[in-house]
């Protein structure tokens, strides 16, 4: 005889089967118990099955005597109460059930408003705690996509806050691994010990090492030209002059009306230079009339009016109103560009062609000189272009009486010389400089996205690219590129390249395109996110809260510019969190 399966199973009146919850069997002493009765039987049950075991297998319809016992259902109807929280502790843990759900919901509340204030950029007191516990957070979340997506390239940037501490904002560009499309993602601010190159490359790469643990182991132009600089010191002049009074800005209102608005030059955003100067083109014989008001009224100190009438005398030359034109002409151009390279999900060769666009627009801006200054002329008709005077520096003759004779400009010649030549060359060898940066990448990967480029062709560039990429591509590149190409001729649709294979689910058909376009798609264009990032530090840290510890406004910020990850999160996660550090 020994201990079969069958006694734990018990028999219904109708033949079903029943498992025996209760009996339990100890290996060490060979024998079986039941434990409700071990655990609730009172002291004068004296059953084998509570004290010393039941073995005798021979004699297993014991067990079912015991199971129909009185005792034994007392004791199982003991223990289900027990295991259903019906005992004598029912009501102090429901007591305590009700305590932590209440301040739950407070937590809960309190979490939602954080984010809610968060998201709007908004600066306020609390603890720092669920601060940190939050951006912990969305900052895993982040982390997490980047570890999935493998590949991805940063954009750090610098600007000194209200107390005077570097903030160097670091963002991370990425291909998303649930969409497939580029997304940049602010990281952090730091404060910044030296703006040396090495130093800020160390700081990058120890806080994402040491702190996010990401492995690497594969991984201006007008200061060219004193007139431009004074051009623009006179708008922002204007602007200062009327925005520093109220009685000035209100006599500046009586003249343009409640449509237009003057505006002000900023530092760090040169798309405010294309509202400002086009704001004074549109608004010019206005603005003069309320200089021209300012600078007659007797009421007005004597310092007030003599600067008014300067300004108005500054803005009635025909150089600063050629500037005016010509200046609201080019930078409508870089506007328009600028707002086109904002978009997170603008490709290098999109950002190349921009730049060479821009420089061709540049290169052909020196013939349109005469265009200008007849505009300028529809709006000061008898104006002349102010002679400049010169100290002319005394030549030493040569002895054999050689040398070049000195030539003399007219005042419009050397004007468009000397500044509009000289302002549409600087721009334009800055744009070549940054276009063929871009450039320079671009072509790299340029053949992925040309259908019809020769065989011939196409294995050169397959080939550069392996190279360039050894740890990630194969030579494999090249027969896949042909495949994909002619796969791309086939399908008729808007969506991009890497769309396709991703909307297809054809990475396993083409691995090598699939990793060759995404290292494309993760590669930094500009850096406007960091910029924007400013913008909210700007907010967080404003001349009330310019004593907050550093970690303040980096969660805030990083809650206000990654909202779409915050409204993600687990509320609930977030609070037994919280309450589990305590």
Excluded at 366 to 395: C, G, W
């Amino acid at each position: 005889r020994f201990c079969s399966q069958n006694i734990f199973l018990g028999c219904k009146a109708n033949g079903e089967n029943y498992k025996r919850e209760w009996l339990l069997y100890s290996p060490s002493v060979g024998s079986v118990y039941c434990f409700v009765c071990k655990l609730f039987s009172p002291k004068s049950f004296n059953s084998r099955f509570a004290t010393d075991g039941f073995s005798d297998w021979s004699n297993s319809n014991m067990i079912h005597k015991h199971e129909n016992s009185s005792i034994h259902r007392d004791c199982m109807l003991s223990y289900l109460n027990r295991r259903h929280n019906f005992g004598f502790t029912h009501e102090f843990e429901t007591q305590i059930d009700e305590e932590h759900q209440y301040w739950k919901a407070i937590l809960r509340r309190i979490v939602a408003v954080i984010i809610t204030i968060a998201e709007r950029g908004l600066s306020f007191q609390g603890r720092n705690e669920v601060f940190g516990l939050i951006s912990d957070k969305v900052r895993t979340a982040i982390f997490s996509e980047i570890s999935v997506a493998r590949y991805f390239s940063l954009s750090v940037d610098s600007t000194p806050d209200l107390s005077h501490t570097d903030q160097l904002s670091i963002v991370l560009r990425y291909v998303s691994p649930t969409d497939g499309r580029p997304v940049e993602r602010f990281i952090t601010f730091t404060s910044l010990k030296s703006h040396t190159g090495e130093e800020i490359a160390d700081q990058v790469l120890h806080y994402l090492c040491e702190v996010c643990k990401v492995d690497f182991s594969k991984c201006s132009a007008v200061d060219g030209c004193p007139e431009a600089v004074d051009f623009f010191s006179s708008v922002r002049l204007l602007c200062t002059f009327f925005a520093s009074s109220a009685h000035r800005w209100a006599v500046l209102k009586t003249y343009l009306g409640n449509d237009r608005l003057l505006k002000c030059l900023s530092d760090s955003r040169w798309e405010a230079h294309a509202v400002a100067t086009s704001a004074i083109l549109e608004s010019y014989p206005q603005i003069l009339d309320a200089l021209d008001d300012i600078a007659e009224d007797q009421t007005q100190k004597g310092d007030t009016r003599r600067e008014a009438a300067n300004i108005a005398n500054r803005m009635q030359t025909l150089e600063y109103v050629f500037m005016l034109v010509m200046w609201n002409h080019i930078l409508q151009h870089f506007h328009w560009t600028s707002q086109a390279l904002q978009d997170s999900e603008v490709n290098l060769q999109t950002c190349t062609d921009l730049y060479r666009s821009l420089t061709g627009y540049l290169h052909n801006l020196r013939e349109d000189f005469e265009k200008f200054e007849k505009t300028t002329k529809q709006i000061l008709p008898h104006s002349n272009y102010q002679a400049v005077d010169h100290r002319r520096s005394v030549r030493k003759k040569r002895v054999d009486g050689g040398g070049a004779p000195e030539v003399s400009l007219s005042a419009r010649d050397e004007f468009r010389v000397t500044t509009y030549y000289a302002i549409v060359d600087i721009l334009e060898s800055c744009m070549k400089r940054r276009a063929e940066v871009y450039a320079v990448l671009a072509d790299r990967f340029s053949f992925l996205n040309n259908v019809d480029i020769p065989d011939e062709e196409c294995m050169k560039a397959s080939q550069k690219l392996v190279q360039a990429y050894p740890d990630d591509l194969n030579t494999n590149l090249y027969g896949e590129v042909r495949q994909f190409h002619s796969y791309m001729r086939t399908k008729f649709t808007d969506s991009g390249m890497y769309d396709s294979i991703i909307e297809d689910k054809i990475q396993c058909v083409f691995p090598n395109v699939e990793i060759a376009l995404r290292i494309f798609l993760t590669l930094m264009i500009t850096n406007c996110t960091t910029e924007r990032s400013f913008s909210s530090l700007k907010r967080l840290k404003n001349p009330q809260h310019t004593a907050v510890i550093q970690e303040r406004p980096d969660a805030l910020s990083l809650l206000c510019m990654e909202v779409d990850i915050v409204r993600q999160l687990n509320y609930d996660e977030i609070i037994e969190e919280f309450v589990q550090s305590k």
